[in-house]
């Protein structure tokens, strides 16, 4: 669960919110007059939030493109298509 602290202890305790969102991997809200002003995390956290935000993205847009075609393909399909772009690409990159 993240801490809530007010934006001060960012200048006054900055040390330990460092610490505490490197060690608990969680973000720390800070508050300005009572109110969510911004949200400190680890860079380590971050990244992993944008990885998990683009994935849903993708399967957002995939399950969108879904709705849009009654076209299935089967796994053996979709392998063996990868595999053929997979192999074109090494070989262009080989000439």
Sequence with gaps: MPQIRPVSDLRNNFADISKAVRESNEPVILTKNGYGDMVVMSYEAYEKF???S???FKLKEAELQAKQT????THKEVFNDLKKKLKDKIDNESI
Excluded: G
């Design 50 to 52: 944008q990885f998990e």
């Design 70 to 73: 009654n076209k299935r393909f």
């Design 54 to 56: 683009e994935i849903y």
